[in-house]
């Protein structure tokens, strides 16, 4: 089974991602052949600023590799290493009819939060199309905000196979329906666009104090609290052993816990949780040549791939 995920390199990752995203995918690695890429031509319809660009790619395969994605394992690179994907676009724009692209949320979300209107940010499902078609992958890990996208990818797959003989595997999205919505430090979605953030890798003064900041209902120390109605305990328990979190929902619900006290207990957890992974990432850090050289590897193999399936489709639309 191929499986293929990407994300934008687009700001720091934070425990919404970690938790929605990065750990889900990466236990996947162990269940067939993987493909993730940083996706930075997408990022590209948002980002105007070449230096963030470039240090969003690394740290955000840093974080990756900091946090358990094995390159030996995982085929990991960067989308742009990959230019065979610009061309397939452009073999699939020309058979996927307005409508379907029309009809697409994201672009009217990301104009509403005051993206600009571009061709690109328009055509961004064809390109991710693109990406999964390439790859010849069958499923596709997402979150329930890119559903849509994977239902156009297939239709497009279908549309061009019909058309020119089976040259694409329909893939099928992989919806982690089990993995709740992280909640931010002001109980809404965790997300960068809101500034309700914890980081993954921030100093840890700072992330002390994103954790202290939690917002909370006005209950006394002494009150019983409901641990399923707090955003400390649900960050808590994505940490903890079960027997950890039966033990901290039983302290919420047998009062005399304050809010502080629980939220020092996550930063604890927390922190037992990064320890490993923060030394791994400066490790990983004082080679300044080793993400290159990972993606460098990952673009070679990704690109052996993808330049059997761009041949297949270039024959069959009849540029060869
Ligand atoms: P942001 O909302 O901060 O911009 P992205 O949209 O770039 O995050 O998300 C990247 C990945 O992380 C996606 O797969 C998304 O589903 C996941 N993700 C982001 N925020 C959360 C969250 N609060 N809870 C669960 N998953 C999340
Ligand atoms: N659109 C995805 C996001 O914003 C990132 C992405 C680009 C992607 N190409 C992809 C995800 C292909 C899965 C497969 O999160």
Do not use: C, W
């Given at each position: 089974m191929t499986i293929l995920t990407g994300i934008q390199p687009s700001g720091k990752l934070h425990l919404g991602n970690?938790?929605?995203a990065m750990r889900?995918?990466?236990?996947?690695?162990?269940q067939g052949e993987e493909f993730f890429f940083i996706a930075d031509y997408h990022a590209l319809t948002t980002v105007r600023d070449p230096q963030f660009l470039r240090e969003s790619v690394r740290d955000v395969a840093l974080d990756f590799l900091a946090c358990g994605l094995d390159p030996s394992r995982t085929v990991f690179y960067r989308q742009s290493d990959v230019p065979e994907v610009q061309e397939l676009a452009w073999l699939l724009s020309v058979?996927?009819?307005m409508g379907l692209i029309e009809r697409c949320h994201s672009y009217k979300d990301k104009l509403a939060h005051g993206k600009p209107a571009t061709h690109g940010l328009f055509t961004y499902p064809v390109l991710m199309a693109a990406d999964i078609l390439l790859m010849?992958?069958?499923?596709?890990?997402?979150?329930?905000?890119?559903?849509?996208?994977?239902?156009v990818t297939r239709d497009i797959a279908i549309k061009f196979n019909n058309?020119?003989?089976?040259?694409?595997?329909i893939p099928d999205a992989?919806?982690?329906?089990?993995?709740?919505v992280i909640l931010g430090t002001d109980g809404q979605k965790m997300s960068k666009s809101y500034g309700n953030t914890i980081g993954l890798f921030d100093d840890l003064k700072r992330i002390r104090k994103q954790i202290m900041g939690i917002k909370t209902d006005c209950a006394a120390v002494e009150d019983p609290k409901d641990p399923d109605a707090s955003s400390i305990y649900g960050?808590?328990?994505?940490?903890?052993?079960p027997e950890e979190a039966a033990a901290m929902a039983a302290r919420f619900r047998a009062g005399g816990m304050g809010y502080g006290e629980a939220k020092k207990a996550l930063f604890e957890i927390y922190e037992r949780t990064f320890a490993p992974f923060r030394e791994k990432r400066a490790a990983l850090e004082k080679?300044?040549?080793?993400?290159?050289?990972?993606?460098?590897?990952?673009?070679?193999?990704?690109?052996?791939?993808?330049?059997?399936?761009?041949?297949r489709a270039r024959a069959a639309v009849g540029l060869e």
């Open positions: 970690y938790f929605g889900p995918m990466i236990s996947l690695q162990e058979i996927t009819p010849q992958a069958e499923k596709v890990p997402v979150g329930k905000d890119q559903k849509q996208h994977l239902e058309a020119y003989g089976e040259i694409f595997k992989l919806i982690a329906e089990n993995v709740a960050l808590y328990k994505l940490f903890a052993t080679d300044p040549d080793y993400v290159a050289d990972v993606l460098k590897d990952g673009a070679r193999r990704a690109r052996e791939r993808a330049s059997d399936t761009l041949h």
